[in-house]
């Protein structure tokens, strides 16, 4: 699975909340991987579906490629 979080990215914490071991902040609160796509493991999948659904802005979105 791969992660990408746009550009739409406001910086409410939520993601990083939830993945601490896979997504933290920047220095102005904003998640690092913004405007990037990385793989997410497999044992955290869940979590990021779960992070998916937890962003306001639609900003994270996850595909199978």
Request: aromatic share 4%.
């Amino acid at each position: 699975m791969k992660m990408t979080v746009d550009s739409h990215c406001m910086g409410h914490g939520r993601c990083y909340r939830i993945m601490p071991a896979l997504l933290s902040s920047d220095d102005e609160g904003y998640v690092t991987i913004r405007g990037q796509t990385i793989d997410v493991p497999d044992d955290l999948r869940e979590l990021a579906e779960d992070a998916e659904g937890s962003c306001p802005e639609g900003a994270i979105e996850l595909s199978e490629s």
